[in-house]
């Protein structure tokens, strides 16, 4: 990649430019760059600096533009495509829009949850695909994964939407069903004892007086 040849010689050298020097091979390629505004072709000021710095005539350089710069970043770590076929232990998942949608919600809410997404699931959703001719976002997804998935699906579900948590169930038979709380422990003897109190009282505080009381 032309590009980034321009910005490792910048790089190794002092003075923060490519020279023509050691681009002289690619020197219409790097021209093309500079027409599509990724990188920056030194001035006659630059140029002049430069060639007292090399004690010789440069007669051109370059470095990338921000735009450039930015390209190279991305480019360096945006997600590598996802293999066609399932790696071991990998089931293949083909999401519609709206559940993608909310499955990236469910993976941005991760710092904020208390069940967060599992692991490495953030990744794959990062790297899932759009399939051409079916409109379907591939993802190849782990047993731990998928239940997460569905999770986050019950999650949407609970909030408004159910189209998302019902298709996955009926195409991949995975499902979210919490568990039922536990039930609330015994009273101890201080609580029965309020309680008491409160059934022999009124509202104002009164005593409510037993039958055997009133019989008395």
């Known amino acids: 990649m032309v590009l980034q040849a321009v910005a490792e010689r910048q790089e190794a050298a002092g003075h923060g430019w490519a020279l023509d020097r050691d681009l002289r091979p690619v020197k219409q390629r790097v021209f093309n760059l500079a027409a599509r505004g990724l990188v920056e072709l030194a001035g006659r000021e630059d140029r002049a600096e430069l060639s007292a710095w090399e004690g010789r005539a440069v007669r051109w350089a370059a470095r990338p533009t921000s735009c450039g710069h930015d390209l190279l970043l991305y480019s360096r770590l945006r997600p590598q495509p996802v293999p066609d076929e399932p790696g071991p232990g990998l089931r293949r998942v083909e999401l519609i829009l709206a559940q993608m949608t909310a499955l990236r919600l469910f993976v941005a809410l991760a ?100 039958g055997s009381d009133q019989g008395a």
């Open 111 to 210: 710092d904020r949850l208390r069940l967060p997404p599992a692991d490495g699931l953030a990744e794959r959703v990062r790297a899932a695909r759009r399939e051409a001719g079916t409109n379907r976002h591939v993802l190849y997804l782990s047993p731990e994964q998928m239940e997460s998935v569905a999770y986050g699906f019950w999650l949407h579900r609970m909030s408004g939407s159910a189209l998302e948590a019902n298709r996955f169930a009926r195409d991949y038979n995975v499902a979210h069903d919490p568990a039922p709380a536990t039930e609330a422990p015994a009273c101890t003897p201080s609580t029965s004892a309020a309680i008491a109190r409160r059934v022999a009282c009124g509202r104002d505080g009164t005593h409510v007086r037993s």
